[in-house]
């Protein structure tokens, strides 16, 4: 029994090496394939040996593949200095002086499609005492338990600035949820427009989008937003790398409200974060009437995304009907 436990969990070991191996090595595919195999060679010794009883000779093996794979992932350290995709070049940074807040590098792109777009990154400068909204927004591509998680703060007029957490792609990267456990990218936290964030997502890259109100004291908002600013300007200065299962969109949220709200439970719906809104229901945090059912259907904003032609309308129009949000006539008397 001993000796089936050992040798399952060197299986194992040889499995996550030789994931580690193919996500990180920089070399070419034909260069990856004959280190990685080496490292199964190896480990495969140590638990042939232990099936033989001839460890003796397979021992030294087993430790040298321990020893080398250790040291070689010790040393994998995350980066800002990369040539990063055009639309993650840069970081989001802050300054908060007061109830005043300077965000430096907020992107707000004009996509045309996903390869044809205007490059633009701008400084903003936002009052917390205006700040009057909290929304979730949801965006989705297939799988509805499976979304991208992103947070939006209003700041009256028309004014609404969007967080999302987001994997750093090199140039050539393609994403992979299982990479996203072996380091293969670094982290962003960043501020965008929503006519660039979600206006990309919903009309270029046909993905469907949700938009909940979130019930939030003002205070609580307020300090959200500096979790956020503070958060994205740590990683400019410490880079760290995404995590599909403990650093992503929905668990840093979660870290972030957690620093407001302390003791919100952790929850299997903060990885299925389609299921989000299920979870913010349960803690009373959904803003407006109805079950979620009702919501989901109001708060789905793609049609009228599509339909709406002008980009500077996009924040208006992606809220109509949303449970929470009064009409624009209601919010000008």
């Known amino acids: ?16 090496g030789a994931c580690a191996l193919w996500f990180r090595l920089p070399f070419n595919r034909r260069v990856n394939t004959v280190i990685i195999a080496a490292w199964l060679g190896l480990t495969l010794l140590g638990a042939a040996g232990l099936i033989s009883g ?12 321990l020893m ?25 940074h802050g300054d908060v002086a007061g109830n005043i807040v300077t965000l430096y590098n907020v992107r707000d792109f ?3 499609t996903q390869d044809d777009y205007d490059v633009r990154w701008r400084t903003c400068r936002y009052d917390l005492d205006r700040l009057e909204s909290v929304d979730l927004v949801l965006s989705t591509w297939g799988n509805p338990a499976v979304a991208h998680a992103m947070v939006s703060f209003g700041f009256g007029a028309g004014s609404f600035v969007i967080f999302s957490v987001e994997i750093r792609r090199k140039r050539g990267d393609v994403f992979s949820e299982i990479g996203g456990f072996f380091r293969k990218y670094e982290l962003s936290v960043l501020a965008s427009t929503e006519e660039d964030s979600l206006r990309v ?21 307020r300090a959200l937003f500096v979790s956020y600013v503070r958060t994205a300007s740590r990683l400019r200065q410490r880079p ?18 957690n620093q407001i709200i302390p003791g919100l439970p952790m929850d ?36 009228r995304a599509l339909a709406a032609p002008d980009a500077a309308d ?20």
């Open 54 to 65: 001839e460890t003796r000779w397979t021992d030294p093996f087993g430790a040298a593949s």
């Open 110 to 112: 004009r996509w045309r």
């Open 68 to 92: 080398l794979l250790a040291w070689w992932w010790l040393g994998v350290r995350p980066s800002n200095d990369r040539d990063w995709m055009p639309e993650v070049a840069r970081l989001t």
């Open 268 to 303: 299997y719906r903060l990885l299925l974060s389609g299921y989000l809104p299920e979870y913010l229901d349960c803690l009373g945090g959904l803003a407006g009437e109805g079950d979620v059912a009702s919501r989901r259907r109001a708060g789905n904003y793609t049609s």
């Open 240 to 257: 760290r790398f995404y995590n599909t299962l403990t650093a992503n969109c929905t668990t840093l949220i979660w870290r972030l409200a």
């Open 1 to 16: 029994m001993t000796t089936a436990i050992a040798v399952a969990a060197i299986m194992l070991w040889a499995g996550w």
């Open 201 to 221: 997502r919903t009309n270029v890259r046909g993905e469907k989008g949700y938009l909940y109100r979130i019930d939030i004291p003002l205070d609580g908002a």
């Open 314 to 333: 996009y924040s208006r129009v992606i809220r109509e009907g949303v449970p929470g949000i009064p009409p624009p006539d209601d919010r000008l008397r």
